[in-house]
């Protein structure tokens, strides 16, 4: 999917951004630059990991800690 169809929709998309970069730190999405401009993958091998993300809320999210990276 493309960076912008991402972001698409997010009242802040500066932090969007951010957490999609500490997400391709983490290889749980991984990013290639198109002619359109840059397309992002979910890694399958990571699947665990990004359901867990999901499942996360509150106090014991991991995105505050994304965006500190």
Do not use: W
Not at 1 to 27: C, F, H, S, T, W
Not at 35 to 51: C, I, P, Q, S, V
């Amino acid at each position: 999917m493309y960076e912008d169809n991402l972001l698409d929709g997010l009242p802040d998309k500066a932090i969007g951004k951010k957490v999609l970069e500490a997400l391709v730190k983490q290889r749980i999405i991984f990013g290639k630059k198109k002619k359109y401009g840059h397309k992002y993958y979910l890694n399958t091998e990571r699947m665990d990991k990004a359901k867990e993300i999901v499942k996360e809320k509150g106090t014991r999210s991991i995105i505050p800690l994304l965006l500190m990276l």
